[in-house]
């Protein structure tokens, strides 16, 4: 291989062209003999890949070395060390760099097709490698690592989002662009941007899907981070969701996980002493019940006529204005007049909403509302 490596730094051109390919044909067969664990054979294979190629190489053998560099990649990509890895997908975005100048992002087989498959492996490879460390300081190096990336990424306009109409992208490439953009969620979390995980979360609505949407809410659940900075990403995702245009969301799915993720929220708003916040979840809660079909807020889902629209569920409705007016009746006790009075009278639109979404005959906003009369009259 260091034989291989001087003819390299020292051949004429058919030379060259000849050593790399017997690089493919002779060295990565023997590296797959050892199931792709000997790290010697792979860094000597790098090592020759990375000696500059003097633009030699036609576009289709140029595309073709990028294409077997990645080959390898894939089958090193749970084995390898990650150094080499990244080092490997490296080289082969650099070949495949050197196809196009400018690379035309709708066009599936071309290069930003190539460096969005390299990035995605790089990307899942380095976040599998955070999660799986216990040491904080090299697991906070690894995902920011992991954010870099994502970062350059992006930046080089490799992004369908900012290349190209989001409807034209085919599903392949959506897929895997919507797990880059959950573990860039994933890695901000970590490293604590919470305006960064705003913004990512905001920019998903032209694709957001059903599985993207359950992802970021399990990623924001679990981050150990303030209540604040949780409470304002859930409410991010449901703005997002409630607003969004996507094609690809499931929206009778969607009708029926939003009254979820508004309790989530409203819990988390009222475990954050987070009063404002709290009391427009509740707006928000009102709208929905009154509009299933959600027209009046912004939704783009079905319409509300339709047989297959789902309404807002009784119990979560139920809950709602019951914690309401639990909450009024504490601004009470601590003479927070105009506050509890506005809080029971959402609490009480709530409750007679009940009866058009489940049916208890008004039974709940009744009760509110003697429950109020008496508070006002004590």
Same mark, same amino acid.
């Given at each position: 291989?260091?034989?291989?490596?001087?003819?390299?730094?020292?051949?004429?051109t058919d030379r060259l062209e000849g050593c790399v390919v017997k690089l493919f044909q002779y060295d990565f067969?023997?590296?797959?003999?050892?199931?792709?664990?000997?790290?010697?054979?792979?860094?000597?294979?790098?090592?020759?890949?990375?000696?500059?190629?003097?633009?030699?190489?036609?576009?289709? +053998?140029? &595309?073709?070395?990028?294409?077997? #560099? %990645?080959?390898?990649?894939?089958?090193?990509? @749970?084995?390898?060390q990650l150094e080499p890895l990244i080092r490997l997908l490296d080289l082969s975005i650099s070949f495949s760099g050197r196809i196009?100048?400018?690379?035309?992002?709708?066009d599936p087989s071309n290069v930003s097709q190539h460096h969005l498959l390299c990035n995605f492996l790089k990307i899942t490879r380095t976040t599998a490698d955070a999660r799986r460390e216990t040491?904080?300081? +090299?697991? &906070?190096?690894?995902?920011?690592? #992991? %954010?870099?990336?994502?970062?350059n990424?992006? @930046?080089?306009?490799?992004?369908?989002?900012?290349?190209?109409?989001?409807?034209?992208?085919?599903?392949?490439?959506?897929?895997?662009?919507?797990?880059?953009l959950s573990l860039h969620l994933e890695a901000s979390i970590h490293?604590?941007?919470?305006?960064?995980?705003?913004?990512?979360?905001?920019?998903?609505?032209?694709?957001?899907?059903?599985?993207?949407?359950?992802?970021f809410l399990d990623c924001i659940l679990r981050a150990e981070s303030p209540s604040s900075d949780i409470v304002r990403a859930?409410?991010?995702?449901?703005?997002?969701?409630?607003?969004?245009?996507?094609?690809?969301?499931?929206?009778?799915?969607?009708?029926?996980?939003?009254?979820?993720?508004?309790?989530?929220?409203?819990q988390l708003s009222l475990s954050a002493a987070d009063d404002p916040l709290a009391e427009s979840v509740l707006d928000q809660a009102i709208v929905l019940v009154r509009d299933p079909g959600g027209r009046g807020g912004g939704y783009q889902g079905p319409d509300p006529s339709s047989s297959s629209s789902s309404l807002y569920p009784s119990d979560e409705v139920r809950w709602l204005a019951t914690v309401a007016f639990n909450r009024a009746v504490d601004f009470y006790l601590v003479a927070r007049d105009e506050d509890c009075r506005r809080w029971a009278g959402k609490a009480i639109v709530l409750a007679d909403g009940v009866d058009g979404v489940g049916g208890d005959g008004g039974e709940l906003g009744e009760l509110l509302r003697e429950r109020l009369e008496m508070l006002v009259a004590s």
């Open positions: 291989m260091k034989g291989l490596q001087w003819i390299l730094k020292s051949s004429k067969p023997e590296l797959e003999k050892c199931a792709w664990k000997n790290e010697g054979i792979l860094n000597e294979i790098i090592s020759v890949l990375e000696i500059e190629p003097n633009d030699i190489f036609s576009a289709s +053998e140029l &595309e073709w070395i990028a294409r077997m #560099s %990645y080959n390898a990649a894939v089958k090193l990509h @749970n084995s390898a196009h100048n400018q690379p035309d992002p709708n040491n904080p300081t +090299e697991k &906070e190096k690894l995902y920011t690592e #992991s %954010y870099k990336t994502i970062t990424f992006q @930046n080089q306009n490799q992004s369908p989002l900012a290349t190209t109409e989001p409807t034209l992208l085919q599903e392949p490439y959506l897929s895997k662009h919507r797990i880059i490293l604590n941007d919470w305006p960064k995980a705003s913004q990512i979360i905001e920019s998903t609505s032209p694709i957001i899907d059903d599985k993207l949407s359950s992802v859930v409410k991010t995702l449901l703005r997002t969701l409630h607003a969004s245009p996507s094609p690809h969301l499931n929206h009778q799915t969607i009708s029926q996980t939003l009254p979820r993720y508004i309790r989530c929220l409203f």
